[in-house]
């Protein structure tokens, strides 16, 4: 079947470049080299992706899909919050531990603001979008009400949280990356009382006030 081979030939394509990005470094693979190795033609390459850029914009909507899919099974059993955030979080610990390496060598090019690689960039809206998404389905599926006022700033905040746990990873070279699981754990906890609290009409300008000071600093991190 067309459709199905032409999934094959795309999967085949960012596979090589992954590989060949966490071997020779992401500024010295090249896209004919790419070509090569997975043995299709440079043309066909660039017809599935036109550029490094759009490899990794595959990257992280691979990503993006097997966290969805990973969590599935938190969502499904908890209803309570912080064991949903936490479950959810280190969800992506595990699904974006094999691609660890590759990260720290590609951190110096996703950490450009200018960069379309920048998690923050509108070119990564669609998988910044998944999770945001995601933290949705956390909140409407907890105990936890939220009052609707904050309905649309508290996923954001949550996905803002996972950037910062997806940087301490970057750099964590505990056992297992366990450091992280912990600070996912805990953050978890901190992040959980913060959102009961916002129950209390007094204190939600102040949730709203920290979702604003990240989305004015944070151009395009929440609105794309």
């Known amino acids: 079947m067309k459709t199905e081979k032409s999934e094959q030939t795309r999967a085949l394509i960012l596979e090589t ?116 998404s995601l933290y949705r389905e956390v909140l409407a599926g907890s105990k936890t009400k939220i009052p609707a006022e904050l309905a649309d700033a508290v996923p954001e905040l949550l996905w803002l949280s996972q950037m910062g746990l997806v940087l301490h990873w970057i750099h964590d070279r505990s056992p297992n990356r366990e450091r992280s699981r912990r600070l996912a754990t805990r953050g978890a906890r901190l992040t959980a009382r913060g959102i009961s609290l916002a129950r209390f009409r007094i204190l939600r300008p102040l949730v709203k006030e920290v979702h604003d000071l990240f989305t004015d600093f944070l151009p395009g991190a929440a609105r794309g």
């Open 17 to 132: 470049a992954m590989r060949l990005f966490r071997e020779r470094g992401y500024e010295k693979t090249t896209m004919r080299a790419i070509a090569a190795e997975a043995g299709v033609a440079a043309s066909n390459a660039y017809y599935y992706f036109a550029g490094k850029e759009h490899l990794i914009q595959g990257f992280y909507d691979r990503v993006a899909a097997e966290h969805q899919t990973a969590a599935r099974e938190v969502l499904a059993r908890e209803t309570d919050l912080e064991a949903r955030i936490a479950g959810v979080q280190r969800a992506w610990l595990d699904v974006a531990e094999p691609y660890h390496e590759f990260a720290v060598q590609f951190f110096r090019n996703a950490a450009d603001p200018d960069s379309p690689l920048s998690p923050f960039s509108p070119e990564s809206a669609p998988a910044r979008e998944a999770v945001v």
